[in-house]
């Protein structure tokens, strides 16, 4: 099958969460089950300076919003996967790739209208025709929307990787986006009232997944389904939950070129001085008796950071330290700062977005906090686990999937899970995982649970495959 990927993010130069990952990694793992993919995201700054990307000869003519737009297409590849990025620098040569932590650039309707428009473009100029378009996320959401008004013969697979972000506007707004009036309608981007990109996307594609199990169920209920629940329950025939997977390759303790020294499994001497080396370069106090708490996240309110605030004085009270790279909501960094100023050496908080350092803290941690609200799939605690830090998870979404709770009778699981979404609850949880730590031993069969998952895209490969299969059946 053929297959052209539509997102806004692609690790590593286009980075603000999991879905750059992702789009890394998936379309490379169905290209090698000898599909034919190629991925197509906006030419941000990072792209073209990355210089993995090389203008073509392609110029097309991009009509959006009331306009027509000649947009240069360039080029790159990633072994079997084809690469293109359609520039337009007055959308896309930005330093951030959505906003500046205030909030979402004024202008994202127009750039990721444009973006659509512009992958569907692209895809009637590639041979051989992509027979499915795969857009991810709201960013992308317009993307069924411009195939069906063009009455393309491409199917359209539409994934949530996270429903919070809808990507709402005025319903003032439809007429910009050159589609016809009829899908600015209960069956298309209206909803109550307003515009809404991912409703439409739901409605409008040919299949919908999310990326874990439990959130494609969750979803579907008042609770996490951010007002679209109804909506998703009306559609639940066409909505599958496939769980991430991370690339085992560039994730992988014993050739990770980031950290201070390889371990594995079975030999876990390097991970001793990734910890120490960890202590020194963040500024934490060194001890060695006492555990230290690591959180890599993107500063968002569902990440459940300031649960993680709250608890810091207890879980310092009790011995522990915690160090915090995020970057993202500014009021939430200063809350993180403030939480540091006031406890110095014991709670560290560098607010950067640093792949190194994340990849250090995941060796160097013995725990990983991860108290988040919902959580479609998460990556990162995946990555904890195979790098031996042991994850304290709220149990929602993809993290109910990858985290199993401990149990010291059994010497099975791993990690510690906490349900509801409280204090109190994060506090029992995090007890838990103190008073494994209190036990060497048997801490380390945890830690080495974890690090013997297998996590890679060896599963999601075929329920992509079926997806993709009944659409075009
Ligand atoms: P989300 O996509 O919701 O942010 P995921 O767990 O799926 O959550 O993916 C987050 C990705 O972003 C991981 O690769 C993680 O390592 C990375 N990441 C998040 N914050 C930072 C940061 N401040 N510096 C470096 N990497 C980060
Ligand atoms: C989103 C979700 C995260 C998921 C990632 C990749 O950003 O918040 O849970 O892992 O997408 O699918």
New binding site residues.
């Given amino acids: 099958m053929n297959i052209l990927f539509v997102a806004t993010e692609l690790a590593p130069h286009a ?5 750059a ?1 992702v789009m890394a990694a998936l379309p490379q793992a169905l290209a090698r089950a000898g599909h034919g993919i190629s991925v197509v995201v906006p030419l941000h700054r990072g792209l073209r300076k990355s210089g993995e990307f090389r203008p073509t000869s392609l110029t097309m003519e991009i009509p959006a919003t009331g306009k027509s737009w000649p947009t240069r297409v360039w080029q790159g590849r990633r072994g079997e996967v084809a690469l293109w990025a359609v520039e337009r620098d007055e959308f896309f040569d930005r330093e951030h790739l959505y906003g500046d932590g205030t909030g979402d650039y004024p202008d994202s309707l127009e750039r990721f209208n444009f973006l659509a428009r512009a992958s569907v473009e692209l895809a009637r100029y590639l041979d051989p025709t992509p027979d499915i378009l795969h857009a991810n996320d709201w960013h992308a959401a317009l993307v069924p929307g411009h195939c069906a008004a063009l009455g393309l013969p491409m199917k359209t697979v539409f994934t949530i ?2 429903l919070k972000y809808q990507g709402e506007f005025p319903s003032e707004d439809f007429p910009s986006l050159g589609l016809p009036s009829g899908m600015y309608s209960p069956e298309g981007f209206e909803f109550y009232g307003r515009l809404n990109l991912m409703k439409g996307a739901i409605l409008l594609s040919d299949a919908v997944t999310t990326v874990s199990p439990t959130y494609a169920r969750e979803i579907q209920a008042e609770a996490q389904g951010f007002g679209l629940h109804e909506v998703l329950r009306a559609n639940a025939a066409k909505l599958t939950g496939i769980l991430n997977g991370i690339d085992e390759e560039s994730w992988n303790p014993a050739i990770d070129h980031a950290i201070k020294s390889p371990y594995r499994t079975g030999a876990l001497r390097g991970r001793e001085e990734c910890r120490a080396a960890l202590e020194i370069e963040v500024g934490l106090e060194p001890a060695n008796g006492r555990p230290i708490f690591g959180m ?3 500063m968002a309110a569902e990440k459940g950071v300031d649960l993680a605030l709250a608890n810091a004085a207890h879980l310092i009270q009790k011995g522990g330290r915690l160090v915090i ?3 993202g909501d500014k009021g939430l960094e200063e809350m993180a700062v403030r939480l540091a100023q006031n406890h110095p050496r014991k709670v560290v908080v560098r607010r ?4 190194g ?2 990849r250090r803290i995941f060796a160097g941690s013995d725990f990983f906090l991860m108290p988040s609200a919902s959580e479609p ?4 605690q995946m ?1 904890a686990m195979r790098y031996g830090a042991i994850p304290v998870v709220g149990d929602t979404g993809g993290l109910h999937d990858t985290v199993d709770e401990w149990e010291g009778e059994t010497r099975k699981g791993t990690g510690f899970l906490f349900h509801p979404h409280t204090e109190s609850a994060l506090r029992g949880a995090v007890d838990r995982a103190l008073a494994l730590w209190d036990e060497p031993a048997i801490m380390k069969v945890a830690r080495q649970n974890g690090m013997k998952k297998e996590w890679g895209w060896g599963s999601a490969v075929p329920a992509y495959e079926n997806v993709y299969r009944s659409v075009l059946a």
């Fill in positions: 980075k603000v969460g999991g879905l990952d990787h996270n890599v996240t993107r790279l995020g970057a950067e977005h640093n792949e350092l994340a799939c998460g990556l990162t990555y």
